[in-house]
T-cell receptor
Framework: SQQGEEDPQALSIQEGENATMNCSYK?????LQWYRQNSGRGLVHLIL?????REKHSGRLRVTLDTSKKSSSLLITASRAADTASYFC???????????FGQGTTLQVKP | GAVVSQHPSWVICKSGTSVKIECRSL??????MFWYRQFPKQSLMLMAT?????????EQGVEKDKFLINHASLTLSTLTVTSAHPEDSSFYIC?????????????FGPGTRLTVL
């Protein structure tokens, strides 16, 4: 079953603006991961944050994790048209590699 | 970097036929591979966990006799959709977990789009 809920479902911004996506989950986790998927393509791993971490950065990406609220956010700063894609959070509850994906946020960055 | 390939990238078949999809880890060994299904504009749903040398573990609601999984080597897992019907049309994606990897290092294939007429 899907345990991740993401909002917004769709987001449209202008190039240069920041984009924030949120993910909530239901059970305790070992880690949470964010992925990007361009239309009709496979997934690209963006970042993994462990349950004992609160914030992580990678380039223009910033991920936060609040285990007390069972939520995470992905911030993309200074967005580019090439960031247009769907973004999914995925949780691993048992470190087995079995990922439960959220519903995803479709991001459109207008040039 | 670790690369996972899938073959074919797309397939169109007639209702009632069986279709085999291959998932290969090209430059690393994967004791575990995962198969996901994604319907249009939806998220990925885990179908099964494929372990090298043992039977696959299926998620609830996934018919193991319809979706046959074989993980014969550390670099290859296959998913066979038997007696495919139009409702099986979907995007099938595999991922491979690095054997002995740190945390959950896993890499996704590019997906296979199945269309059943």
């Amino acid at each position: 079953s899907q345990q991740g809920e993401e909002d917004p479902q769709a987001l449209s911004i202008q190039e240069g603006e920041n984009a924030t996506m949120n993910c909530s989950y239901k059970t305790s986790i070992n880690n949470l991961q964010w992925y990007r998927q361009n239309s009709g393509r496979g997934l690209v791993h963006l970042i993994l944050i462990r349950s004992n971490e609160r914030e992580k950065h990678s380039g223009r990406l910033r991920v936060t994790l609040d285990t007390s609220k069972k939520s995470s956010s992905l911030l993309i700063t200074a967005s580019r048209a090439a960031d247009t894609a769907s973004y999914f959070c995925a949780t691993d509850a048992s470190n087995t590699g079995k990922l439960i994906f959220g519903q995803g946020t479709t991001l459109q960055v207008k040039p | 970097g670790a690369v996972v390939s899938q073959h074919p990238s797309w397939v169109i078949c007639k209702s009632g036929t069986s279709v085999k999809i291959e998932c290969r880890s090209l430059d690393f060994q994967a004791t575990t591979m995962f198969w996901y299904r994604q319907f249009p504009k939806q998220s990925l749903m885990l179908m099964a966990t494929s372990n090298e040398g043992s039977k696959a573990t299926y998620e609830q609601g996934v018919e193991k006799d319809k979706f046959l999984i074989n993980h014969a080597s550390l670099t290859l897992s296959t998913l066979t959709v038997t007696s495919a019907h139009p409702e099986d049309s979907s995007f099938y994606i595999c991922s491979a977990r690095v054997a002995g990897g740190y945390y959950n290092e896993q890499f996704f294939g590019p997906g296979t789009r199945l269309t059943v007429l």
